[in-house]
């Protein structure tokens, strides 16, 4: 799928550099700064998420970079009591540069859509941290071109 100089593609174990460089170089802004990474392997690290891990990156190809990246682990897990396969979305992020093609974020949702559909994933959940207030505005933001996303709930990690 192309877009502008860009395109969304399954991630490879060749992606492992550009995937760490885009986690280290953008990292969650707001009171608290947070940088994940995955050393020493950014793919690897990311494939170990679930029983099936998609890993979906925009390659521009103008710039020879990833401007952006969205992972999905699928876990076989108990809805109402019944098997299901149930999506995790998580590791989203976007090149500062990249934002602004506003309609970046909507394609690529439709891009793992389309292929959770084809496994029979029919739900999907998220978490996003309470101070990554410009990640809860895009996402919360109800618009025809993105799915829904309904608060669950709050959750701490104790350390």
């Known amino acids: 799928m192309n877009f502008l100089n860009s395109s969304f593609q399954i991630a490879g174990p060749e992606d492992s550099p550009g995937i760490l460089n885009l986690l ?13 990474t995955r050393r020493p392997d950014s793919w690897e690290s990311f ?15 103008a710039q ?33 540069e990249a934002i602004s093609r506003i309609m970046l974020l909507p394609r690529g949702y439709r891009h793992f859509l389309n292929r959770l559909l084809d ?3 029919r739900y999907a959940y998220t978490t996003v941290l309470e101070e990554n207030t410009s990640a809860r505005r895009m996402l919360e933001k109800r618009r025809p071109s993105m799915p829904v996303y309904d608060y669950a709930g709050d959750y701490d990690v104790f350390t």
């Open 24 to 36: 280290e170089d953008n990292p969650f802004e707001g009171r608290i700064s947070l940088i994940y």
């Open 47 to 61: 494939m170990r998420e679930g029983d099936e891990v998609m890993l979906v990156v925009d390659r521009n190809q």
């Open 64 to 96: 020879e970079r990833l401007d952006g990246m969205a992972a999905c682990a699928i876990n076989n897990l108990y809805l109402k009591g019944k098997p299901a396969k149930i999506a995790y979305l998580f590791g989203l992020r976007l090149r500062k």
């Open 119 to 121: 496994k029979g994933v």
